[in-house]
């Protein structure tokens, strides 16, 4: 009994020093494992999404101003085929009332568009479960990438995505305080910048980028349909309330088509879907709102910021919890937030606030 | 089926989970199921099956036959032939059709003749060279009545196919294994702990020194046009060390598992790198292979009537002396052509791993009185630290020199890679930067260096008896952190996951 004993303690001091490394040995931490510390049910809404979600949506000012909370679950290029994944995830911590989806990448072809970081982005930073499996399976299984994607690197190898650390376990030669600490740089989640990019829609400049990336992209793409349909079927099962969004974004005219295609389908479900594309009273100033070819900085971040929080305030049944202790954590996000964005206080910057929050 | 991968631990765990659960009758039993499924692990064809079959009825049936005649000298000694001769003949047709065709077709281009033997592409199967030389030895074993023939065909088969030896050896006697393959075994805490540790430490030495070490030496002989003079010296250095952290790492997973179980093998390795001599040397290296050779091909070949009948021609010739010399050089010569040739179909095996050690034994076996008068001479001490360590180094760069030959993909190859060494360019070892360029950064190297002392010291220790037994007899505390040190280099500092081989071993084509 003592061997067991002895036995059970050692492994149980095993699994506690391992479980720390592998949260060490990270390559960052991203908007999706941030979410993971939010206490349960603790969230409102649920922000799902690629880049133009953590890049746009600046969860801290939505929460000062109105006192909800948005769990952004967003990684970069974030295949349209995990969100039901993401979806679900979300469901086994919180509650919330509304689910929001950004669509942009249902205009992205997935096995021409993604790499290998696109898909790690996400399951690696869930926790390991059988969602998390059925995730890496569903953008795995259906797709002959190993020789149709030259960014693929170990796809066929699927062990290797359902146990990360066989990959992060090299980040030691690379480990740095973020690591131990967390970044610095993501409030909630939302990531910003104050960098400015001037960009003149008349020259095509980032269309023509995009062309390169989606040469053919006019017709609604056959899996992106599928997949569609897929989640409007498990939000139907699931009975959840959900509301689709086009972010602002220099499009190239193969995209617009495609996602006005895909828009038609979500209507006819009987979603609504806001196209910031094409609101009369919202627009971006790509000569300054832009950080890079497709992403608002802090001034564009706060515009789209105003005018979503504002409308959700205003549609759906949303909470206020200022002034509640249990929410402190975003009271000091934001405060966090204003220090290090300080720009935010410029005049001419306060005009368009007061434009959107009035 | 790799040694260090996840397949093969958990393929373990169910194996060792079954065999403890099952009644102590039927354990043997599973260990043969674990064998077979082991052995045509990927590897299941018409082919593989009739393969195994072939070896398996040859000696199961041979066996008995040659035990049942044991009285009858003739008859027994034909089934001992009949029986060698289908093992071996399957061996040499798996292994080495392709270099008598290569060989002939040398002679055929030398000889302007327009005529090209085709190679063949046979898949052999894991372990074909222990099992095949395991099987001849068990035959022999009952010729010579060392041990009596296996009646049961499920017992002999798994005698011939006992798993963890599979990929790396050691060879194993019948006689010396019997009793704890097919004995009841209970688990044992202490065994498992001690299995455990070993198994841990073999897991080190491959995933953490050996794979680390195989990047830099792949990177360099990858690309001699870039890899130029030290770093070919280098890499011909860290070659040995990675061969036997490879090997000898390999050794102690599978002595480790066994050990869990309750089969206790033969060591493989006693610290060769401390050897003063290259023949001292292979008395460390590799142990069991010497030991197989020297029983049944050595002894018998020098006590034969054709090297009796030599010593005695040779003796009018030369004298009483040099004629045993003779006898003696000449069948080292046929047996480090075998050995040679059992690492692998290849002129560089046979060269690399056979004639240049002959060559270099039998220089340090001629040349020692000459040596022994210039030391007396000069009055160089030979019981001092600093001579034995010159002994040390000079025995390593001799093998290092001779593992060109089995590293090179051909001769002309290993005479590439010697050129190359004289290109003089000591600056790529002193800039700080260059050396770091080939496959291996400056991280990579300090933990080399940090692993090869513990290597080292652990190597050292072990000479004056179990490093492991001095290990369990210190406080819970260190002997616990010492454990969890090991487990997390491997899994840290580990070569293995994505943009790695893992561990494809270099002794596992054998």
């Not at chain 2, 002939?104 to 005529?115: K, P, W």
């Not at chain 2, 000449?330 to 179909?345: K, N």
Request: include cysteine; proline fraction near 3%.
């Amino acid at each position: 009994m003592k061997k067991v004993i002895k036995s059970i303690i050692f492994l149980l001091i095993l699994c506690i020093f391992f479980y720390n490394i592998i949260n060490i040995f990270w390559l960052e931490k991203n908007s999706i494992s941030y979410f993971y510390e939010e206490p349960k049910n603790s969230l409102d809404i649920a922000y799902i999404g690629s880049s133009t979600v953590f890049c746009h949506f600046n969860s801290v000012l939505a929460y000062d101003l109105y006192g909800f909370t948005t769990g952004i679950l967003a990684s970069p290029a974030q295949p349209f085929i995990l969100t039901k994944y993401v979806m679900d995830e979300c469901e086994k911590y919180q509650k919330p009332k509304l689910y929001i989806i950004d669509i942009y990448q249902l205009a992205s072809e997935l096995n021409k568009y993604y790499e290998e970081v696109n898909l790690r982005d996400v399951t690696d930073a869930m926790k390991f479960s059988r969602n998390r499996t059925n995730a890496i399976k569903a953008f795995l299984e259906p797709l002959d990438l190993g020789e149709n994607n030259p960014n693929y690197k170990s796809g066929d190898n699927y062990i290797n995505y359902e146990f990360s650390f066989l990959l992060y376990h090299n980040m030691w030669k690379h480990l740095s305080n973020k690591n131990f600490v967390g970044s610095l740089d993501l409030y909630k989640g939302f990531l910003c910048s104050e960098e400015t990019v001037q960009i003149n829609p008349q020259k095509e400049y980032y269309w023509k980028e995009d062309l390169v990336k989606l040469p053919n992209v006019v017709e609604f793409p056959k899996e992106n349909k599928e997949f569609l349909d897929d989640l409007l079927n498990y939000i139907h099962e699931k009975n959840l309330n959900v509301l689709f969004v086009v972010p602002p974004r220099l499009y190239s005219e193969g995209r617009n088509i495609t996602l006005n295609q895909a828009i038609k389908i979500i209507k006819e479900n009987g979603f609504e879907v806001i196209n910031f594309n094409t609101l009369e009273d919202f627009d971006v100033d790509y000569s300054k709102e832009l950080f890079n070819g497709s992403h608002l900085n802090v001034y564009g971040a706060t515009k789209y910021t105003l005018y979503l929080s504002k409308y959700l305030k205003e549609h759906y049944d949303l909470p206020n919890h200022k002034g509640d202790e249990a929410y402190a954590s975003w009271e000091n996000e934001y405060v966090r937030f204003k220090n290090d964005f300080k720009v935010l206080t410029k005049k001419d910057f306060n005009k368009v606030l007061n434009k959107y929050s009035n | 089926m790799n040694l260090t991968s996840l397949v093969f631990l958990l393929f373990c765990i169910i194996a060792l989970g079954i065999y403890f659960i099952v009644p102590k009758k039927f354990q043997w039993f599973i260990l043969l199921i674990s064998s077979i499924i082991f052995l045509f692990w990927n590897n299941l064809s018409v082919s593989t099956v009739i393969q195994a079959l072939l070896v398996l009825l040859a000696s199961y049936i041979f066996g008995i036959l040659i035990d049942k005649y044991r009285d009858n000298t003739v008859k027994s000694k034909i089934f001992l032939v009949i029986g060698i001769a289908i093992i071996l003949g399957q061996l040499i047709c798996l292994k080495y059709t392709n270099l008598f065709s290569i060989t002939i077709n040398h002679i055929l281009q030398l000889l302007h003749i327009d005529f090209q033997l085709g190679l063949s592409y046979f898949n052999s199967l894991v372990g074909i060279s222990y099992y095949s030389l395991i099987m001849i030895s068990y035959l022999v074993d009952i010729y010579r009545g060392a041990c009596k023939s296996q009646k049961n065909i499920f017992k002999c088969a798994l005698f011939m196919s006992y798993f963890p030896i599979l990929t790396s050896g050691p060879f194993i006697r019948y006689n010396d294994i019997e009793k704890d393959l097919y004995g009841k075994h209970k688990f044992n805490y202490d065994s498992m702990c001690r299995g455990l540790v070993r198994t841990i430490w073999g897991v080190f030495k491959v995933l953490v020194i050996s794979q680390r070490l195989g990047m830099f030496v792949d990177t360099v002989y990858g690309d001699l046009a870039t890899y130029t003079g030290f770093y070919t010296v280098v890499a011909a250095l860290f070659f040995p060390l990675q061969l036997y952290t490879n090997f000898s790492g390999s050794i102690d997973i599978i002595m480790g598992i066994s050990e869990i179980i309750g089969i206790h093998l033969p060591e493989n390795f006693t610290a060769p790198f401390f050897s003063k001599t290259l023949t001292e040397f292979w008395r460390n290296w590799h142990i069991t292979l010497g030991a197989w050779l020297r029983d049944y091909i050595f002894y018998p070949l020098l006590k034969s009537n054709a090297m009796q009948n030599l010593t005695k021609k040779t003796k009018k010739i030369f004298g009483k002396k040099a004629s045993k010399k003779i006898s003696l050089y000449l069948s080292m010569l046929i047996m480090w052509t075998i050995i040679g040739a059992w690492h692998g179909g290849a002129y560089t095996f046979i060269i690399g791993s056979g004639l240049l050690q002959f060559l270099i034994m039998v220089l340090e076996d001629t040349l020692e009185p000459l040596s022994n008068k210039i030391n007396n001479k000069l009055g160089i001490k030979k019981d001092v630290f600093s001579y034995k360590l010159y002994q040390i180094i000079r025995t390593y760069l001799l093998f290092s020199f001779t593992m060109i030959f089995f590293r090179a993909s051909s001769v002309g190859n290993a005479v590439e890679i010697i050129k190359n060494m004289f290109v003089w360019n000591p600056w790529v070892l002193l800039d700080n930067k260059s050396i770091f360029t080939a496959g291996l950064d400056i991280q990579d190297f300090r933990v080399l260096i940090i692993s090869l002392i513990t290597l080292f010291a652990v190597d050292k220790l072990s000479r004056s008896g179990s490093v492991r037994e001095k290990l369990f007899k210190q406080n819970i505390i260190f002997r616990w952190g010492m454990l969890y040190i090991l487990i997390f280099a491997i899994i840290i500092l580990g070569c293995y996951g994505v943009g790695y081989d893992p561990a494809a071993f270099i002794y596992r084509q054998f």
